[in-house]
């Protein structure tokens, strides 16, 4: 059985209380890093090899590198609790059942860059998780691990929860920063980046809640350790959450580059009823969906890349041969047009066309030449938006309908689903 | 300084420069919606993506800064690709309003989609569209046409200073709206019509009267007030119909004020006047002409007074005090330069970025006054009220100003002129002083003559007749000049270029000066004013050829 | 905007919160250097009192933070869990994304539908319910998922759903 590192505490009582965390060897990590210098937090940091779990996969060490050393501003971290990406749902398990790991992970970042602030950016409809976080902030806070002297050692620091409220694009780090400055969360342009201008103007740091949370375990085990966990360049473990047609969904820590195989039909136990696997999305809704003879690659960021897809968040979403392509395709055009921000033109207006076009033919208006035209509005979205939801929309959108296309076309010739018309799951037939 | 090459040609850039506006300094056009020279980037159009070398993705120009050695591509399929991408995106919702839209003949996305666009649309399913709403008494909103490009919200925010306009909702609802049901009554919205490039904000005044291309256009200048901003007048069939800002980064970068561009309704307002008239009756310009020659005649010259006009050019007030000098050989000249109380225009009544509308209200008290001063004359308007009601002054010639208003006591003026022999006025518009009159000759107004206005910042820049007199108007300057040939002395001036360029001999602030060097810029007689206020960005250095949108011409 | 005939001149007055509100936001403006980054948190205290967010509520909040009317409108627009229009005593929100999609969410929408006697958005005549569709709650693992007051139930199926419906006719909070 794999180590768990991450989720080691979810089972134990009270797992959300200093006490236990403390009994648990918590805030030692903290204690290690407040006794090297900054510099060395981050070189550490940078061998651990530690990737951005929130779904770029960007090296943490070297992110936090690129904040300079000298602002006129103050340096921020915010931390990206935001979980909206579809087939996600691993940040909300960490918030309520350890919050303390992640305010311990976000300290030791915000030593590494030197800010004295944080903000945890929660999705306005976790309010327990933001309970649970407020709580813990509130205890850390009373036993002097936040705030003007964090344990004695005079650094200051302190953190505060901020909420989002209804926005899936404010997971994207400068929409996220807008929302954190009460603004509508519509993504900047970059340059300039977040690390060097901002929350607030300052350089900012955002890292999603998975990856903090590791901190702690790399202070206390060694980086090397954490690196020897998974392949080379995709070291630890990852918190996989699995959902859809399977047996076991659920959140399941293992070590990254697992075989999603093996994830399918060990860990989960197979295609629930025992019926045949069609599609898998490998890391959230919009990572390009893969074929069943695709699930023998390893679950990690670069042997995805490798097959054309993405790691994204490990949110695997296994859909059984009674799925319908058409409807799952125009469901998540829906999504996409639904979530845009509107600022450019390419994503305001593309994607509600796709969501369109793919709902007509759902509903039986397919045309001749429409699945030319998907194809060809996603070549002139993706990579020309001013964020990456633009390719969000489009990389999906055209997974599906290039790798399903013989069922794209049957659906419209035909004017109804030629699969199974998604069943009533309760309703005996 | 940076160098880039784009499409093989090499081009250097100001250090800073994005490419797009190095692009366009050098003539070469990246079609953008936008972007705007004087607000801050947007990057949400997408219109000006291009292809760099060793980057992968495209990028957008507007937002790409220049660095030395840079190789930019335009042309390629990849970009063409983009473009049409992005306007086909914006057709889809779009509606196809052409035929009744103001905006047409004058609007980018036609200008783009005839240039780089498709000649078909793929779209069949059901267009997107807004509920109606009204935003008073200047813009006509028609939000179906809007491509959210957010120049007016940006405009309003950092140019305006009035964060009126805002996005509700998101994703392909956005709207442009205010706060609830207001309307926008800014007195600088109407910009939001130049810089709208398409036609979701169109100006109520102008609504429908007629079609761009149809439209002669006339460089002149805004006599509204003192800060003489370049304007360019729009008629048609012999109508001045809409004023829309010149470019000039001296005078007010791309900008007009809405009382200022609404100046040339007083064109047809119902107090113009057009006919001569002797003691309030109609008559014709020729013997009301004489009339007047007969009356001075009668008085001794030195006891006639003359006012010379801070509305009139330098042409007019020049050939006035020559008039006074030479003709009528009197001492007894004035002008009132201070802010004028019977305005056709009044104070702002709702907020205006202060560094914009000037406070007097006229267009030349500084070129009037290197005239005056030229010619000696500096006898205050009081002085000259108190020696026409002590009798030292018999008859009055009142040249193109509304004097008893000006002076702040109509009725003491009044009384004052009753004690004259001969009373003389020349204006455009009735008023307390033409009702004085004994004789009275119309003027041309500001769009109806050639001459010179110097700025309140010491700029003399160029007027051109938009349209031709109407009846017997006439400049200030033709009417002195009928009445020296009557008394006498006869003079051959046919064009305000003459009567300036002998002006320039003798005024020093003009020294050296030509009618026909003076660029559309104007000239600086004193030393430049120090910058405004920031708020408006710094312009160009007229470098770059613009039109009044902003926008730089095609290369091609 | 127009199409909402609330939004004129005549709501441009302001709601008095409770003093537990203020205070709460007041809490909150201080966790922040500027007032206005305080302005999400803000509206979600005061919609938490009042239940939704009329016009007068964001003028309010406007006031307390010192930031232009207009400013507040075009945010509280853009965000989904602020409702512009009064909800029922009780409030469904039902996710049919992906996940919850494959187990049979729209089946369960369309029951809660067919059970309730109305289409996603609207409220019950006798205003007990006010059902949404949403988009995914973060919660896929436990899919269909749907917030019954702001509150996660998962593993839902027609019996489950049944049993929140009738706890929340007999005047609990589901």
């Known amino acids: 059985m794999a180590e768990k590192v991450l989720t080691a505490r979810f089972e134990k009582p009270e797992s959300h209380r200093l006490a236990t965390y403390r009994a648990d060897g918590g805030y030692q990590a903290l204690r290690k890093a407040l006794a090297m210098k900054p510099d060395e937090v981050i070189e550490l940091v940078k061998t651990s090899g530690l990737r951005g779990r929130g779904g770029a996969g960007f090296p943490a060490g070297m992110k936090w590198s690129f904040v300079p050393k000298e602002s006129e501003k103050p340096k921020y971290l915010c931390v990206n609790g935001d979980e909206g990406e579809p087939g996600t749902f691993k940040d909300r398990y960490i918030m309520s059942l350890d919050p303390h790991a992640i305010l311990e992970g976000a300290l030791i970042c915000c030593y590494a860059i030197q800010a004295h602030t944080a903000y945890i950016y929660v999705r306005g409809e976790f309010k327990e998780p933001i309970k649970k976080l407020e709580d813990a902030i509130d205890e850390a806070r009373n036993a002097g691990i936040i705030g003007k002297n964090v344990l004695g050692t005079g650094f200051?620091?302190?953190?505060?929860?901020?909420?989002?409220?209804?926005?899936?694009?404010?997971?994207?780090?400068?929409?996220?920063?807008?929302?954190?400055?009460?603004?509508?969360?519509?993504?900047?342009?970059?340059?300039?980046?977040?690390?060097?201008?901002?929350?607030?103007?300052?350089?900012?740091?955002?890292?999603?809640?998975?990856?903090l949370a590791y901190l702690p375990h790399i202070f206390n085990r060694g980086p090397e350790w954490f690196a020897a966990l998974g392949p080379e360049k995709n070291g630890g473990t990852k918190l996989y959450g699995v959902s859809g047609h399977v047996k076991k969904p659920g959140l399941y820590e293992l070590p990254m580059g697992t075989p999603l195989r093996e994830i399918i039909y060990d860990h989960c136990g197979g295609i629930r009823g025992d019926r045949e696997l069609k599609a898998v999305?490998?890391?959230?809704?919009?990572?390009?969906?893969?074929?069943?003879?695709?699930?023998?690659?390893?679950?990690?960021?670069?042997?995805?890349?490798?097959?054309?897809?993405?790691?994204?968040?490990?949110?695997?979403?296994?859909?059984?041969?009674?799925?319908?392509?058409?409807?799952?395709?125009?469901?998540?055009?829906?999504?996409?047009?639904?979530?845009?921000?509107?600022?450019?033109?390419?994503?305001?207006?593309?994607?509600?066309?796709?969501?369109?076009?793919?709902?007509?033919?759902?509903?039986?208006?397919?045309?001749?030449?429409?699945?030319?035209?998907?194809?060809?509005?996603?070549?002139?979205?993706?990579?020309?938006?001013?964020?990456?939801?633009?390719?969000?929309?489009?990389?999906?959108?055209?997974?599906?309908?290039?790798?399903?296309?013989?069922?794209?076309e049957a659906h419209i010739k035909h004017g109804t689903c030629t699969v199974g018309n998604f069943p009533n799951p309760w309703k005996k037939d | 300084?940076?160098?880039?090459?784009?499409?093989?040609?090499?081009?250097?850039?100001?250090?800073?420069?994005?490419?797009?506006?190095?692009?366009?300094?050098?003539?070469?056009?990246?079609?953008?919606?936008?972007?705007?020279?004087?607000?801050?980037?947007?990057?949400?159009?997408?219109?000006?993506?291009?292809?760099?070398?060793?980057?992968?993705?495209?990028?957008?120009?507007?937002?790409?800064?220049?660095?030395?050695?840079?190789?930019?591509?335009?042309?390629?399929?990849?970009?063409?690709?983009?473009?049409?991408?992005?306007?086909?995106?914006?057709?889809?919702?779009?509606?196809?309003?052409?035929?009744?839209?103001?905006?047409?003949?004058?609007?980018?996305?036609?200008?783009?989609?005839?240039?780089?666009?498709?000649?078909?649309?793929?779209?069949?399913?059901?267009?997107?569209?807004?509920?109606?709403?009204?935003?008073?008494?200047?813009?006509?909103?028609?939000?179906?046409?809007?491509?959210?490009?957010?120049?007016?919200?940006?405009?309003?925010?950092?140019?305006?200073?009035?964060?009126?306009?805002?996005?509700?909702?998101?994703?392909?609802?956005?709207?442009?709206?205010?706060?609830?049901?207001?309307?926008?009554?800014?007195?600088?919205?109407?910009?939001?019509?130049?810089?709208?490039?398409?036609?979701?904000?169109?100006?109520?005044?102008?609504?429908?009267?007629?079609?761009?291309?149809?439209?002669?256009?006339?460089?002149?200048?805004?006599?509204?007030?003192?800060?003489?901003?370049?304007?360019?007048?729009?008629?048609?069939?012999?109508?001045l119909l809409r004023l829309t800002p010149a470019e000039n980064a001296h005078v007010n970068q791309c900008w007009l004020c809405n009382p200022g561009r609404m100046s040339f309704e007083s064109l047809y307002a119902k107090n113009r006047l057009t006919t001569a008239m002797e003691s309030m009756t109609d008559t014709d310009i020729v013997s009301a002409l004489d009339t007047a020659a007969g009356k001075l005649k009668s008085v001794p010259g030195e006891k006639t007074a003359v006012i010379a006009s801070r509305f009139l050019t330098i042409e007019d007030n020049y050939l006035i005090c020559r008039f006074a000098r030479d003709v009528l050989n009197t001492e007894k000249v004035a002008f009132v330069s201070g802010p004028e109380d019977d305005s056709e225009f009044g104070p702002s009544k709702a907020p205006l970025p202060d560094w914009f509308m000037r406070e007097d209200l006229s267009p030349n008290s500084t070129g009037?006054?290197?005239?005056?001063?030229?010619?000696?004359?500096?006898?205050?308007?009081?002085?000259?009220?108190?020696?026409?009601?002590?009798?030292?002054?018999?008859?009055?010639?009142?040249?193109?100003?509304?004097?008893?208003?000006?002076?702040?006591?109509?009725?003491?003026?009044?009384?004052?002129?009753?004690?004259?022999?001969?009373?003389?006025?020349?204006?455009?518009?009735?008023?307390?002083?033409?009702?004085?009159?004994?004789?009275?000759?119309?003027?041309?107004?500001?769009?109806?003559?050639?001459?010179?206005?110097?700025?309140?910042?010491?700029r003399v820049q160029k007027l051109k007749a938009a349209l031709r007199p109407q009846n017997d108007c006439r400049s200030a300057w033709q009417t002195v000049q009928e009445l020296a040939s009557r008394l006498g002395v006869k003079w051959n001036y046919t064009s305000a270029s003459q009567i300036f360029d002998e002006m320039a001999a003798v005024v020093p602030e003009y020294e050296g000066m030509s009618f026909s060097d003076i660029p559309d810029e104007g000239i600086q007689t004193t030393k430049e004013p120090e910058p405004e206020d920031a708020t408006a960005g710094t312009g160009d250095n007229g470098e770059n050829v613009k039109t009044a949108d902003g926008n730089a011409e095609e290369a091609d | 905007?127009?199409?909402?005939?609330?939004?004129?001149?005549?709501?441009?007055?302001?709601?008095?919160?409770?003093?537990?509100?203020?205070?709460?936001?007041?809490?909150?403006?201080?966790?922040?250097?500027?007032?206005?980054?305080?302005?999400?948190?803000?509206?979600?205290?005061?919609?938490?009192?009042?239940?939704?967010?009329?016009?007068?509520?964001?003028?309010?909040?406007?006031?307390?933070?010192?930031?232009?009317?207009?400013?507040?409108?075009?945010?509280?627009?853009?965000?989904?869990?602020?409702?512009?229009?009064?909800?029922?005593?009780?409030?469904?929100?039902?996710?049919?994304?992906?996940?919850?999609?494959?187990?049979?969410?729209?089946?369960?929408?369309?029951?809660?539908?067919?059970?309730?006697?109305?289409?996603?958005?609207?409220?019950?005549?006798?205003?007990?319910?006010?059902?949404?569709?949403?988009?995914?709650?973060?919660?896929?693992?436990?899919?269909?998922?749907m917030l019954v007051n702001d509150e996660f139930h998962e593993n839902l199926d027609p019996e489950k759903v049944d049993a929140i419906l009738e706890k929340l006719k007999a005047g609990s909070n589901g």
């Open chain 1, 156 to 211: 200051a620091c302190d953190i505060w929860v901020h909420y989002g409220a209804g926005s899936y694009i404010c997971g994207e780090e400068t929409a996220l920063i807008e929302s954190n400055e009460g603004r509508r969360g519509m993504p900047r342009l970059k340059p300039p980046f977040p690390a060097v201008v901002g929350l607030f103007g300052g350089p900012t740091v955002i890292n999603n809640i998975e990856t």
């Open chain 1, 281 to 408: 999305v490998p890391g959230g809704s919009s990572t390009p969906v893969l074929m069943p003879g695709e699930i023998d690659v390893n679950m990690d960021y670069d042997s995805l890349m490798k097959i054309g897809s993405m790691m994204g968040s490990g949110a695997i979403i296994v859909m059984d041969e009674t799925t319908c392509m058409v409807h799952v395709a125009a469901r998540l055009a829906n999504f996409y047009a639904h979530e845009s921000c509107g600022q450019c033109t390419p994503c305001r207006e593309g994607s509600k066309w796709i969501a369109k076009i793919l709902y007509r033919i759902e509903n039986g208006g397919g045309r001749e030449g429409d699945v030319e035209l998907l194809l060809d509005l996603c070549d002139r979205i993706q990579g020309n938006t001013v964020c990456p939801a633009g390719d969000a929309c489009a990389m999906p959108v055209r997974a599906y309908v290039q790798k399903f296309r013989g069922e794209f």
């Open chain 2, 1 to 239: 300084m940076p160098k880039l090459t784009i499409d093989g040609v090499e081009i250097e850039a100001a250090e800073g420069q994005s490419v797009l506006e190095a692009a366009l300094a050098n003539g070469i056009h990246i079609p953008h919606f936008c972007f705007h020279p004087l607000l801050k980037v947007g990057g949400n159009c997408r219109m000006c993506l291009i292809e760099i070398e060793k980057v992968p993705k495209l990028q957008i120009a507007c937002g790409t800064a220049v660095r030395d050695g840079m190789v930019v591509f335009t042309k390629t399929d990849r970009v063409t690709n983009a473009r049409r991408g992005v306007l086909e995106f914006m057709l889809i919702n779009h509606p196809l309003d052409c035929p009744v839209c103001d905006q047409a003949g004058e609007c980018k996305l036609q200008d783009y989609c005839f240039k780089y666009g498709m000649e078909r649309s793929r779209f069949i399913e059901e267009k997107h569209t807004f509920e109606h709403q009204d935003l008073g008494p200047w813009l006509s909103k028609d939000m179906n046409r809007c491509l959210h490009c957010t120049r007016c919200i940006r405009f309003m925010r950092d140019i305006a200073g009035s964060e009126e306009l805002t996005l509700h909702e998101r994703g392909n609802d956005t709207v442009v709206g205010p706060y609830l049901e207001t309307s926008i009554e800014n007195e600088f919205c109407l910009n939001l019509v130049d810089i709208c490039p398409v036609g979701a904000l169109t100006s109520k005044p102008f609504r429908f009267q007629a079609r761009s291309w149809l439209m002669e256009k006339t460089r002149t200048l805004c006599a509204g007030c003192s800060r003489g901003c370049n304007v360019i007048a729009w008629t048609y069939k012999g109508r």
């Open chain 2, 368 to 458: 009037a006054a290197h005239v005056l001063n030229a010619f000696g004359y500096d006898l205050k308007p009081a002085t000259l009220i108190e020696e026409i009601e002590n009798g030292e002054i018999r008859a009055l010639l009142v040249f193109g100003d509304n004097f008893a208003a000006s002076m702040g006591d109509v009725s003491r003026v009044k009384s004052a002129a009753n004690r004259l022999s001969f009373v003389m006025v020349t204006d455009s518009h009735s008023s307390t002083t033409t009702d004085m009159a004994s004789v009275f000759i119309p003027e041309s107004t500001f769009a109806e003559k050639d001459g010179t206005y110097t700025n309140e910042g010491g």
């Open chain 3, 1 to 145: 905007m127009s199409d909402k005939p609330e939004h004129t001149a005549e709501h441009a007055g302001t709601i008095t919160p409770k003093p537990e509100t203020v205070r709460a936001v007041e809490e909150l403006i201080k966790r922040y250097p500027l007032k206005e980054a305080a302005l999400i948190p803000a509206l979600h205290k005061v919609q938490d009192e009042v239940g939704w967010m009329p016009v007068e509520a964001m003028n309010w909040v406007a006031d307390k933070l010192e930031l232009p009317r207009v400013r507040v409108y075009g945010v509280t627009s853009y965000y989904t869990m602020f409702r512009r229009k009064p909800a029922g005593r009780n409030r469904i929100e039902i996710c049919t994304n992906l996940s919850c999609s494959l187990m049979g969410a729209e089946h369960l929408r369309d029951y809660l539908c067919e059970k309730l006697g109305i289409k996603p958005g609207e409220t019950t005549k006798d205003g007990l319910v006010t059902l949404t569709e949403v988009e995914c709650l973060g919660s896929c693992g436990t899919a269909p998922v």
